[in-house]
């Protein structure tokens, strides 16, 4: 069964530092999210994507975040320069139409990211 | 703003039911969800109901939904070891982003 894949599981960065976090949603989506969890609180949504641009985004996704689609597979988020607080779990998911028959977002396993 | 709401933790025996609870405060909810995390995994889409619905059973699995109260639940029938972990309620209303409760840890013992 086809499923969204995240690497790494795990990332320590150092605060201030940049990191990209990718994502391989399924290959016929063509809507992609961004979520977090910071530990012990809700998952929380960050971004959606559409034929190449944002579609909406929280008011988590300051500039110091951005997110592309480079080559067609890969789907990514960055973050400019980390801070403490974005320590989280975060989560990819994509789904292939906005048609309400088919609205499930397909989640991957997430990525633990530790500031220090 | 849109907030949802679920009770930490549950712990049931083997074989009898489980309900989990949800309340959400948006009135413009359109769908509603019960995702299921397993450790390790990511969210899996359990079920679903639409706004205009009141109830939905799918094998073990039955959901209700008060509309007036704002209050979704979850009931597993039957509730197995393998049901062990976190129980997502989301929302979705005008556009596809999720809105999620905290999670609650259902633990079944034998």
């Known amino acids: 069964e086809p499923e969204v894949t995240q690497t790494p599981s795990h990332q320590v960065t150092q605060m201030g530092q940049e990191v990209i976090l990718r994502c391989v949603p399924i290959?016929?989506?063509?809507?992609f999210y961004w979520y977090r969890q910071i530990l012990g609180q809700k998952v929380e949504f960050l971004v959606s994507?559409?034929?190449?641009?944002?579609?909406?985004k929280s008011e988590i996704f300051d500039d110091q975040f951005s997110v592309e689609r480079p080559d067609g597979s890969n789907f990514t988020l960055k973050i400019r320069s980390t801070k403490l607080e974005d320590s989280a779990m975060y989560f990819c998911a994509s789904r292939d139409t906005l048609d309400r028959v088919d609205y499930e977002q397909y989640f991957g396993p997430g990525t633990r990211l530790t500031v220090t | 703003g849109e907030d949802v709401e679920q009770s930490l933790f549950l712990s049931v025996r083997e074989g009898d039911s489980s309900v989990i609870n949800c309340t959400y405060t948006d009135s413009s909810s359109t769908y509603l969800y019960w995702y299921k995390q397993e450790p390790g995994a990511g969210l899996q889409l359990l079920t679903y109901?639409?706004?205009?619905?009141d109830m939905k059973q799918d094998q073990r699995l039955t959901v209700l939904l008060n509309k007036k109260d704002k209050h979704l639940s979850l009931r597993i029938a039957d509730t197995q070891t393998g049901d062990s972990a976190i129980y997502f309620c989301?929302?979705?209303?005008?556009?596809?982003?999720?809105?999620f409760g905290t999670g609650t840890r259902l633990q079944v013992f034998p």
């Open positions: 994507f559409y034929n190449n641009e944002i579609s909406e």
């Open positions: 989301a929302e979705s209303g005008d556009t596809d982003k999720l809105i």
């Open positions: 109901i639409f706004s205009n619905m």
């Open positions: 290959s016929n989506h063509l809507y």
